[in-house]
């Protein structure tokens, strides 16, 4: 069991969203809807798709860096089980549908219990961790 695995495949999302942000910015500017001086400040009127998917990337470094860390914490306590490991992947698949919630179907409650489900497994790690560390 490797919980490095569920911690890579999340480190290339977030490479991928990160691209898809940049294209998104790129495209704005190209057509026209945002001026290349917003960049400078990113005051003023920006069009709704490009503040949704730059706002989708900032979530990458909130919760999802508390859940590295509990990967690297349940790797560094010896912790790594078949329960850890499956709550990693739970973690990536919730955040993998929290970016298709947020950017396709838009729907902020559905939305939140995506982003619930993703703490909960966060905070699992950290139990099964306290639990590995206490024998």
Request: charged residues 10%.
């Amino acid at each position: 069991m490797i919980i490095a695995f569920p911690m890579a495949v999340y480190v290339f999302y977030i490479f991928l969203i990160g691209i898809f942000n940049f294209l998104t910015r790129v495209q704005s500017a190209k057509t026209g809807k945002v001026r290349l001086s917003y960049f400078q400040t990113y005051e003023g009127a920006a069009p709704d798709t490009m503040v949704m998917v730059g706002r989708h990337y900032d979530n990458q470094f909130q919760v999802p860096m508390l859940f590295l860390i509990s990967c690297l914490a349940t790797y560094n306590f010896h912790a790594v089980n078949g329960f850890a490991v499956g709550l990693a992947w739970v973690f990536v698949g919730s955040r993998v549908l929290h970016t298709y919630v947020h950017l396709k179907v838009k729907n902020v409650l559905l939305r939140a219990r995506v982003y619930a489900l993703g703490l909960l497994c966060v905070v699992a790690l950290w139990i099964n961790i306290l639990v590995h560390a206490a024998n």
